[in-house]
């Protein structure tokens, strides 16, 4: 948003106003409590609520098919119940122009505040059922990858986000144009599934409500969408249980049929008697329960496919929506994600912008790629030195602030290992943890001669995903046993930051010294904070997954530590039956890091406690943390050599910077206006 209104593009966000966002995180007895996000109780003053415009958001209910007196057909939806979508917009004012555009959030209230009929009568309860069923729509936001709870709910949502969005769209429209020309006034781009109903909506608006033809109207939807694909991981795939959508869009699910009936014919003309192509193809998935795949619909619909990063785009036709590249090859494109360095550089990192712009002029700002006349300056013992004093200061406001809000007291000349990021075995925070095992063991058999580190760890982890929140227990039980010990308390640290958020993150990414981008190859589809942290001057460890592998391109290989399998060997150890007991079998330091996380000595006293982790680990390590971890540690230790020659890394930082330009948001949305919207 910030990045469409700097290059003065005319658009408008749309999202739900959640009265309850994601989940505030607490921390108690190391694990991860949930509590409720209340961000508007002292209100909100960047919002302006629209009370001159309102949308009519119909669900449920039956279809009625009529034939008029001209022997037209008709269909009317007569919905069950009707809640109203009223705007509040939030402006996003652009740096160095006049333009401001807005995010227009859309909060759902009843269509009637309360039931005058009943209230008279003295049904005090069922006056307000109703409103409180309507506001209860946008009352929270679920994690996406959260338990099936409220998945009606969800869907509903999702259908009350897009039906405001595009009534919206046609309001503006109708104020100066005509139906017909929808195409050539709007570019959607839909960013991942969870508008994909946009595809079914738009069509009923079309059709149902402003009497197109089908075809016309698929040709209007099909020049106005695009697609973004942001995840390859099977669980985020959306689908939905035929019963469940037909009972709460009865009207969309013909139309999806129809849509489905004419794509399948167009499939089949393709590739005739390829009756496997057309099953795995269908917008209905049949292996067990019916479901509607959001995902193929809206690649169907869309002409662009993009994914996030050059490897995730290239996985995306290669996977997950092969048959679609190898039916609209032309369709599919690469944006590769960026970050906004008005936000993640000039607001979060005034003391190292203050300095780039004293080298370089302040043109950076708007035009990232001049943060290549920084390279000049890598060589300067002046300039080295002061980009390291602007680090110390970084890391110096880091530790005071950890000290303040956490009690912590970390050493500031210690290297700032950070890992912040969502918890999830894919981004394998336990890989980072069993190093960090390893660390401890080492020094307490007075083996060790690494640098000392201070361990970073932020992020939440869904309410659900007992994994994910046994790996938070684990980190502050691993950061408990090691400041209790006399010896490694000196050379080992681990803070755990609580409740990750933008404003904590911007606290941490200027501070960082080094970058952990450790998912398993293939996973992760781009990753913001690998750019975040580059920008900020830290070193990054990865493995060739996301954007990595164009971060590492752009900094040079000597400027980025990698190590891990390739996202092709990932998927050949997996084909040739990965076993993980044979990785234990060879590697003594890895069989007693495993050991130590049952011997109670981290868990407070319970061997148990982490026997879920690695028996996962033993038995089948889904994410092959130990197929990478020799590779992990090696790794590791080259940075620790690194570390000690501190005018060779400071080059490096400076290196980073000054050749991540390209990861600039404002290079990301012009690649979406030229290649996509042709604006
Ligand atoms: C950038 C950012 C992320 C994304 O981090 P990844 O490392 O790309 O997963 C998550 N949360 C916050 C608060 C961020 O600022």
């Known amino acids: 948003m910030d990045s469409l209104a700097t290059l003065d593009y005319p658009a408008v966000g749309h999202g739900l106003r959640y009265e309850f966002g994601i989940f505030d995180q607490v921390i108690r007895d190391g694990w991860q409590l949930e509590r409720t996000d209340r961000w508007l109780r002292a209100g909100n003053p960047w919002e302006v609520r629209r009370y001159d415009i309102d949308h009519r958001v119909g669900f449920g209910?039956?279809?009625?098919?009529?034939?008029?007196?001209?022997?037209?057909?008709?269909?009317?939806?007569?919905?069950?119940?009707?809640?109203?979508?009223?705007?509040?917009?939030?402006?996003?004012?652009?740096?160095?122009?006049?333009?401001?555009?807005?995010?227009?959030?859309?909060?759902?209230?009843?269509?009637?505040?309360?039931?005058?009929?009943?209230?008279?009568?003295?049904?005090?309860?069922?006056a307000v059922d109703e409103k409180i069923r309507s506001e209860n729509l946008t009352k929270i936001l679920y994690p996406n990858d959260s338990s099936p709870a409220g998945k009606q709910l969800r869907l509903e949502q999702q259908y009350f986000f897009v039906a405001c969005a595009l009534a919206d769209c046609i309001r503006l429209l109708l104020m100066r144009g005509a139906i017909t020309e929808f195409a050539d006034q709007f570019a959607i781009q839909l960013n991942d599934t969870h508008p994909a109903l946009a595809v079914v909506e738009l069509m009923r608006l079309l059709v149902d409500v402003h009497h197109l033809g089908w075809h016309q109207a698929w040709e209007l939807v099909t020049r106005s969408l695009a697609y973004t694909n942001h995840t390859l991981l099977p669980e985020a795939l959306e689908t939905w249980p035929l019963p469940l959508f037909a009972a709460v869009l009865p009207r969309h699910l013909e139309i999806i049929y129809e849509i489905n009936r004419r794509f399948l014919d167009e499939v089949r003309a393709k590739f005739p008697g390829d009756e496997e192509r057309i099953a795995r193809m269908s917008l209905i998935g049949e292996d067990g329960e019916k479901y509607v795949r959001m995902a193929h619909l809206a690649t169907v619909a869309s002409h662009h496919v993009n994914g996030v990063a050059v490897l995730h785009s290239r996985l995306l036709r290669e996977t997950v929506l092969r048959d679609f590249a190898e039916m609209w090859p032309e369709k599919f494109t690469n944006v590769t994600n960026g970050v906004t360095p008005r936000r993640f550089m000039r607001l979060a990192n005034p003391n190292l912008s203050t300095l780039i712009t004293d080298a370089i002029g302040e043109g950076w700002l708007r035009d990232l790629e001049q943060l290549r006349g920084l390279e000049k300056f890598a060589d300067d013992a002046a300039f080295v030195d002061q980009?390291?004093?602007?680090?110390?200061?970084?890391?110096?406001?880091?530790?005071?602030?950890?000290?303040?809000?956490?009690?912590?007291?970390?050493?500031?000349?210690?290297?700032?290992?950070?890992?912040?990021?969502?918890?999830?075995?894919?981004?394998?925070?336990?890989?980072?943890?069993?190093?960090?095992?390893?660390?401890?063991?080492?020094?307490?058999?007075?083996?060790d001669d690494g640098v000392a580190r201070t361990f970073i760890f932020a992020g939440k982890a869904a309410p659900s995903y007992v994994a994910a929140k046994l790996i938070i227990r684990l980190a502050h039980g691993l950061a408990h046993a090691i400041a209790e010990h006399p010896v490694a308390?000196?050379?080992?640290?681990?803070?755990?930051?609580?409740?990750?958020?933008?404003?904590?993150?911007?606290?941490?990414?200027?501070?960082?010294?080094?970058?952990?981008?450790?998912?398993?190859?293939?996973?992760?589809?781009?990753?913001?904070?690998?750019?975040?942290?580059?920008?900020?001057?830290?070193?990054?460890?990865?493995?060739?997954?996301?954007?990595?592998?164009?971060?590492?391109?752009?900094?040079?290989?000597?400027?980025?530590?990698?190590?891990?399998?390739?996202?092709e060997e990932v998927t050949a150890r997996k084909a040739e039956g990965y076993d993980p007991r044979i990785e234990i079998v060879?590697?003594?330091?890895?069989?007693?890091?495993?050991?130590?996380?049952?011997?109670?000595?981290?868990?407070?006293?319970?061997?148990?406690?982490?026997?879920?982790?690695?028996?996962?680990?033993?038995?089948?390590?889904?994410?092959?943390?130990?197929?990478?971890?020799?590779?992990?540690?090696?790794?590791?230790?080259?940075?620790?050599?690194?570390?000690?020659?501190?005018?060779?890394?400071?080059?490096?930082?400076?290196?980073?910077?000054?050749?991540?330009?390209?990861?600039?948001?404002?290079?990301?949305?012009?690649?979406?206006?030229?290649?996509?919207?042709?604006?």
Not at 506 to 518: G, H, K, N, T, V
Not at 531 to 553: C, H, P, Q, S, Y
């Open 61 to 126: 209910g039956h279809v009625e098919h009529l034939r008029g007196n001209d022997g037209h057909l008709s269909v009317r939806w007569i919905p069950a119940r009707v809640v109203r979508g009223v705007p509040w917009d939030v402006p996003v004012a652009g740096h160095g122009t006049r333009t401001t555009n807005f995010l227009r959030l859309w909060s759902a209230v009843a269509d009637e505040e309360l039931d005058l009929d009943a209230f008279q009568v003295g049904e005090y309860w069922r």
């Open 387 to 447: 980009w390291r004093a602007v680090k110390a200061q970084n890391k110096a406001d880091l530790a005071t602030w950890l000290q303040v809000s956490g009690g912590h007291v970390v050493d500031p000349t210690s290297l700032y290992d950070a890992q912040c990021k969502r918890i999830h075995e894919y981004k394998r925070q336990h890989l980072n943890l069993l190093h960090c095992v390893a660390l401890f063991e080492r020094l307490r058999n007075g083996l």
């Open 489 to 567: 308390c000196d050379r080992l640290q681990i803070v755990f930051v609580p409740d990750f958020t933008v404003k904590v993150a911007q606290r941490i990414y200027p501070a960082a010294d080094l970058s952990e981008q450790i998912s398993t190859a293939g996973m992760e589809a781009s990753g913001t904070g690998n750019m975040k942290f580059a920008l900020n001057g830290a070193l990054t460890i990865g493995t060739l997954d996301g954007a990595n592998v164009e971060i590492r391109d752009a900094v040079g290989e000597e400027n980025f530590f990698l190590f891990g399998l390739t996202a």
């Open 586 to 679: 060879r590697d003594p330091e890895l069989r007693n890091v495993l050991a130590l996380l049952e011997t109670g000595e981290i868990s407070g006293g319970d061997p148990h406690l982490f026997t879920p982790l690695v028996r996962q680990l033993q038995e089948r390590d889904p994410f092959l943390v130990l197929a990478d971890f020799r590779a992990y540690v090696e790794c590791q230790h080259r940075v620790d050599v690194d570390w000690r020659d501190q005018r060779a890394w400071v080059r490096s930082s400076i290196l980073n910077v000054a050749r991540c330009g390209q990861f600039s948001s404002d290079r990301a949305v012009r690649e979406y206006a030229k290649t996509i919207w042709k604006v």
